[in-house]
């Protein structure tokens, strides 16, 4: 099965964007402050542990996307 050039692009697009947003919330996550993340003690919460498998999960399907996307692109750049 061959992509088109621009899915392809949005893939790979998808892949970047999917890093640079969870990237961007787990950064966020480490530093709240609201209580909702770490107890008064500092300890992680459900909260927490649960957001930061979303953010992991999101990391691997960004992953996988982008690289699907990728893979495209180069695949197109061979056919002549």
Known sequence: M???????????AFGVWSWVIWITFVKNLWKDASGLAFDDA??????????????????????????????????LRRTP
């Open 2 to 12: 061959k992509l088109s050039r621009p899915i392809s692009w949005f893939l790979l």
């Open 42 to 75: 500092g300890n992680p919460t459900a909260y927490f542990w649960v957001h930061l498998t979303l953010a992991v999960v999101s990391f691997v399907l960004g992953t996988v996307i982008g690289v699907i996307g990728l893979r495209g692109l180069r695949a």
